[in-house]
């Protein structure tokens, strides 16, 4: 088993769509681990202002929650959409 470093508080989501597992976290971050590349972190977005709760994805997309607020962003570009 594989651990997996990075984040400075609780993971609390995960989530996976295409070869990139996503976590988000209580340090307010998600990030970004290529499967297919021995899971090596590719990306560390900072998503919210408040812990990351969950994570989903589909149709290219990755939707996070967080404290009265979802956000959406397009996996190919990894810019949410509206800000931030």
Known sequence: ?????????????????GHKLY???QDTKIMVWNIDNNFDLEDTLDAHDNPVCTLAASRGMVFSGSLKTVKVGFLALMTPIGGQ
């Open 23 to 25: 976590s988000g976290s």
């Open 1 to 17: 088993m594989k651990t997996l470093e990075g984040h400075s508080g609780i993971v609390l989501a995960l989530t996976v769509y």
